[in-house]
């Protein structure tokens, strides 16, 4: 029996894929390109914009197309807030929302020929993953859910609230990833900082405990919102054994007004800070932000003040997203609707300062020699292949292959003939 998978959105989903996949192949099956005929489809489907609610329907289809015969399970996000629509897709046999997608393998073997199945309960359940089959890096999620409710998502509808293990628990799986002799660990979560909340416990002590395993040479923190990350976490990235100086803080917009719009948890003031004390404590970190721009009441004046908050701020890229109306969020009855060619004019804009700072990152790294965690995967041509690995500060590096290097970390020098100049920041 063959298997085939396509994820859609965060690495939260990449890490329950993984997961999921590894299940199926305890039981015999083999994993096959989502292009091949297999004899289950999986599609982990992601509802944050319009345009990735497309992308799940079209590969739904396409599964479909390539196999009529074969169980199409559809789950995650999109499956769990519009159900109705993924069921009047012909051909989908499994729906499954956020609760019950663990479940799958089981409620394979169990279906019988031509049941659809169908469960969106709210998601109250949670369990640990993380992602498989690259020994380099893994994608460990340790949270999930969020309490924000933010005016613009849909998340906190699809995910439910924030629920995560304990610090325990969690440690016995860091552990587990750490024997597979994983080299470097992604935490991800929905609203990763809330994690251990419910128990009485702190995000800052799981990245202690963290800290201590053996076999795992770095973490990075995929999310954090800015009100989560305080200075005793800043602090404790900068002097840990293994915690990399590489941050993406959410950030959304550089106006107030917005902020307040869309009913973040902090404003411009507190967010500079956060960055400033990074900087501060350490002057080589990569940070990252997300920035929806044409949410509703954006007008151009705002718009202004947002880009020019970017521009004082040490802000390595962005991660830029157009405003999308989701279903049943406050934001559809806030402020003037901004037009699609607009947004998508700003976005353009907005991610071509994200390639200028790109670039003044890299260029005040010029010449500096960085610890460097290099992957199995071959680039270039025969004549001459190459292989990539990132800088403890997220820096994109290659060099000439060579198979004794895979999976470990050396120095190795930043400059104009080792840069990856064509790559997409995947963090």
């Known amino acids: 029996m063959n298997i085939a998978a396509h994820t859609l959105g965060c690495k939260l989903n990449f890490a329950e894929t993984s997961h999921l996949l590894n299940q199926f192949v305890g039981e015999g099956y083999h994993i096959v390109d989502f292009k091949d005929k297999a004899d289950v489809y999986l599609i982990n489907t992601c509802t944050v914009t319009a345009v990735a609610e497309k992308k799940c329907r079209n590969a739904i289809r396409q599964a479909i197309s390539q196999n009529p015969d074969a169980i199409v399970a559809v789950i995650g996000c999109f499956a769990q807030n519009s159900a109705d629509q993924v069921a009047n897709i012909p051909g989908v046999s499994i729906i499954l929302g956020n609760d019950q997608k663990h479940r799958l393998l089981e409620i394979v073997k169990s279906r019988l020929d031509g049941q659809k199945i169908v469960n969106t309960d709210v998601p109250t359940s949670f369990q640990l993953s ?64 809330t994690f251990g909340l419910h128990h009485g416990e702190k995000f800052i002590d799981l990245l202690r405990q963290l800290d201590t395993v053996e076999g795992i040479l770095r973490y990075r923190i995929s999310s954090i919102e800015p009100n989560l990350i305080t200075d005793e976490i800043i602090d404790f990235v900068a002097q840990s054994r293994a915690f990399l100086p590489h941050f993406h803080i959410p950030l959304q917009s550089g106006s107030d007004k917005v902020l307040k719009m869309m009913h973040r948890h902090y404003d411009t003031s507190l967010y500079a800070n956060r960055l400033e004390h ?27 003040q947002s880009k020019a908050f970017l521009q004082q701020l040490p802000i390595s890229y ?17 402020g003037e609707k901004i037009p699609v060619p607009v947004r998508k004019a700003r976005s353009l804009e907005l991610n071509a300062l994200s390639a200028e700072m790109r670039h003044k990152f890299i260029q005040q790294h010029m010449g500096e020699t960085r610890t460097v965690l290099w992957e199995h995967s071959i680039h270039g041509n025969e004549q001459s292949p190459m292989m990539q690995g990132w800088t403890d500060n997220y820096i994109r590096l290659q060099r000439s292959f060579d198979p004794s290097l895979s999976g470990s970390i050396t120095p190795f020098p930043i400059d104009e003939s080792t840069i990856v100049e064509n790559f997409n920041c995947e963090d």
């Open 130 to 193: 993380y992602s498989g089959g690259d020994r380099t890096r893994t994608f460990f999620k340790i949270q999930d859910g969020c309490d924000y409710f933010c005016t613009y998502c849909a998340i906190p509808f699809a995910r439910g609230r924030s629920r995560s293990a304990t610090i325990a628990e969690t440690m016995a799986t860091a552990r587990e990833i750490a024997a597979k002799g994983t080299r470097e660990v992604v935490l991800t979560g929905v609203n990763t900082g």
């Open 318 to 334: 962005l991660h830029v997203f157009p405003y999308s109306d989701r279903p049943n969020t406050a934001a559809l009855k806030l």
């Open 278 to 304: 990074i900087s501060k404590v350490m002057p080589h970190a990569c940070i990252a932000a997300d920035v929806i721009t044409g949410f509703n009441g954006e007008d151009e004046d705002t718009f202004a």
